[in-house]
């Protein structure tokens, strides 16, 4: 293909993985059942792509209030422990007061 016709070729727009990662916490928060994990698992799993340590920690923080609501107590202490020593790190300690 020449220089000038992939110029004509209309561009799909890139998505950051922060902002995919966001819609998926989103969905997580708002999912009910297995798909809580799934959506929140698929956030954390777009950050891997990514330098985004307090996004990283502001979804486990929401995971974690997620699964306590769900009264599954034992894997949100995980992810809100998690949580605070991110936030903790960062020097962020009105979320690490959150979590």
């Not at 997580?28 to 929140?40: E, K, P, Q, R, S």
Request: aromatic share 6%.
């Amino acid at each position: 293909m020449l220089h000038s016709e992939r110029a004509k070729r209309p561009s799909r727009p890139t998505v950051e993985p922060t902002a995919l990662a966001a819609v998926a916490r989103c969905r997580g928060l708002l999912a009910t059942g297995a798909d809580v994990d799934v959506y929140f698992g698929r956030a954390l799993e777009l950050l891997d792509a990514v330098d985004a340590p307090l996004e990283r920690a502001r979804i486990r923080l929401c995971y974690g209030e997620r699964l306590r609501r769900l009264r599954r107590r034992g894997e949100a202490r995980r992810q809100l422990i998690a949580a605070f020593a991110a936030f903790e790190e960062l020097g962020a300690s009105n979320w690490a007061q959150r979590a």
